[in-house]
């Protein structure tokens, strides 16, 4: 029900703005090669309006942002020996300007690499994003960087994923600020160092994952930049030099748990989303069993039936089941989830007199826990197990269970209109 509340309020404030570069639906195509007048370079500009141009500057317009190209002579300066000296350098250079680093990366280009690099800082009520891409060629560089603020969708990202964050159970206040606000827990990181982890402004809600869910944010637009000038950039002098013996690069930490990740992609509606990031996490955990890897193989369950594969889900499920009865330290509840999920799998194999053994005992189990009632699997097992008594010719029983799950099915319905 949250989601669904989440995703209607989300709607109504952004207006669903879906290109790259943040404009309405229709796109500013590429400045044609006619207009540039920056010589040896080219990028893909769709989304950004040329609003002037010199033979040393180029800029560009889009809502909320600004996109400048300058060339100047290369300085001589001798560049940092390693990527993690070059993150150190930038990271000293932004919060001396107030701002942080969301990351720091050498991008390998058909031309040679570059620089690119996302700073943050704070504005107004919310934040500005600078991208930048940095690239040599022979005695020239060239250098292309955005800015972009949040315009009218301040706090969109922070307000979604607080709420992912409590519907998980994974919001936790932390220490006191100057101001009296309370900070939570795990919020803010720096995206390569932990030392560096005190003042960070880079945060969970700076995932790159989540751009998918919100295009239309400052940092996915700003990512989006990036990635286009990357796949685009050529240069007219050959390959430009490394900017800097790069050790390999993972890219930024990713502090966003797979579960608050997995309710984004739900409540997004992206369902391919969701089984990616299982399949991660299930290849991450190995073979040794453990309650983590239980929870993952029946989300993965789950997937399959409501998917239209109860043969591929059973066996999960099956696995997920032994896994959480042996690692939950008797926890009823969660083995009665797994168990009715594992029923409707095999409902949906056709074995209905082996369904409803296993739905009576997901209730049976169910009922030891104070809070069952409000857990949709309890009335996922209440509701099938009417129709299946009839078929027994157990009348009597099956109107028991109906009466007992119609209330729970109108509150659920009451619920979701108030919604």
Not at 160 to 183: P, Q, R
Request: proline share 5%.
């Amino acid at each position: 029900m949250m989601p669904d509340a989440l995703m209607s309020w989300f709607d109504r404030i952004t207006g669903r703005r879906k290109n790259a570069a943040g404009g309405n639906e229709d796109v500013v195509p590429s400045t044609p090669s006619e207009r540039w007048t920056i010589a040896g370079i080219r990028f893909d500009t769709s989304g950004w309006r040329l609003t002037d141009a010199s033979p040393s500057t180029m800029s560009w317009s889009a809502p909320d942002g600004s996109l400048v190209l300058t060339s100047e002579a290369s300085p001589g300066d001798q560049m940092p020996g390693s990527l993690s000296d070059l993150r150190n350098q930038h990271r000293a250079r932004a919060r001396a300007d107030g701002g942080d680093i969301v990351q720091v990366e050498v991008v390998r280009l058909a031309c040679g690499d570059a620089l690119q690099a996302i700073y943050k800082k704070r504005s107004g009520l919310g934040h500005c994003y600078r991208g930048v891409t940095t690239v040599r060629s022979g005695p020239t560089r060239f250098r292309m960087e955005s800015t972009i603020d949040e315009g009218g969708t301040t706090g969109l990202r922070e307000a979604t994923i607080s709420a992912m964050l409590a519907s998980c159970g994974e919001f936790a206040v932390g220490e006191k600020n100057a101001d009296g606000s309370f900070a939570i827990k795990g919020w803010t990181f720096d995206p390569y160092d932990p030392a560096f982890d005190a003042d960070a402004l880079n945060g969970i809600v700076d995932d790159w994952r989540l751009d998918e869910f919100m295009p239309q944010h400052p940092l996915s637009r700003t990512r989006a930049s990036l990635r286009a000038i990357a796949a685009s950039l050529t240069l007219d002098g050959g390959e430009a030099p490394a900017v800097a013996d790069a050790e390999a690069s993972r890219g930024p930490r990713r502090q966003l748990s797979g579960n608050v990740f997995r309710a984004c992609a739900a409540a997004f509606k992206r369902d391919d989303l969701f089984e990616q990031s299982l399949r991660e996490e299930i290849d991450s955990l190995g073979d040794t069993a453990s309650f983590q890897l239980g929870l993952c193989l029946l989300q993965m369950g789950m997937i399959h039936t409501s998917n239209g594969r109860p043969g591929n889900a059973l066996p999960i499920l099956t696995r997920a089941e032994s896994m959480i009865e042996a690692t939950s330290g008797g926890n009823a509840h969660q083995l009665a989830v797994v168990r009715t999920h594992r029923a409707h799998a095999v409902l949906k194999l056709g074995r209905r007199k082996d369904a409803l053994s296993l739905f009576l005992q997901a209730i049976e189990l169910f009922e030891r826990s104070p809070n069952a009632e409000t857990d949709v699997s309890y009335v996922l097992a209440l509701g099938q197990v009417p129709a299946l008594l009839s078929e027994q010719g157990d009348t009597e029983r099956a109107m028991e269970y109906l009466r007992r799950v119609q209330p729970l099915v109108e509150k659920a319905q009451r619920s979701d209109r108030a919604h």
